[in-house]
C-alpha cells in the first residue's frame, strides 16, 4: 500500500497561537489594547527589554495578520502610529480573561509561598528552642 505525502490538516488555531506565542508579540499586542495608538519608540518604550529590530519585525507581521494597523503620515520628520484593528478588539477580551485568571494565580502562589515559609520559619524556631534545651 502506498502513502501518499499529505499536508497535515489545516489548524486556524495552532496558525493563531504560531503568531501569538512569539517571544514579545502579547506584550507588544497587550501595550496596544490597554494604551491605545502609540508612535514607535512609546511603544519601544513601553515594552522594556525588546530591541527595535524584535519589535519592527513583530509590528509587520502583527500588520500582516491584521492584528495592528499601521498609521504614516508623511510629516518631517515622518510620523508612525500603530493601533489595533476590530480583530485585536476581539482578542482583547479573551487577554482580558487571561488577564484576571494571571493576577488570581499570582495572588493565589503568592498566599501558599506566605504560607509555605511560615511553616519554614516556626520550624526553624522549633529547632532553635529544642537545640537550647539539650
Known amino acids: ?33 490597554t494604551n491605545g ?16 529590530r524584535v519589535l519592527t519585525e513583530r509590528l509587520r507581521v502583527l500588520e500582516q495578520k491584521g492584528f495592528v494597523l499601521r498609521d504614516y503620515e508623511p510629516t518631517i520628520p515622518p510620523s508612525v502610529t500603530y493601533s489595533i484593528t476590530n480583530r485585536m478588539k476581539d482578542i482583547s477580551k479573551v487577554l482580558s480573561g487571561l488577564d484576571e485568571l494571571a493576577r488570581k494565580w499570582q495572588q493565589e502562589d503568592a498566599h501558599v509561598r506566605t504560607k509555605a515559609e511560615g511553616g519554614k520559619v516556626r520550624a526553624r524556631h522549633a529547632e532553635v528552642r529544642e537545640g537550647a534545651q539539650a
Do not use: D, N, Y
Not at 502609540?38 to 525588546?50: N, Y
Open 1 to 33: 500500500m502506498q502513502q501518499s505525502a499529505k499536508e497535515p490538516p489545516h489548524c486556524p488555531f495552532g496558525e493563531l497561537l504560531e503568531v501569538l506565542a512569539r517571544p514579545w508579540t502579547m506584550h507588544v499586542l497587550w501595550v496596544l489594547s
Open 37 to 52: 495608538p502609540t508612535r514607535f519608540g512609546a511603544l519601544r518604550r513601553q515594552v522594556e527589554g525588546i530591541s527595535s
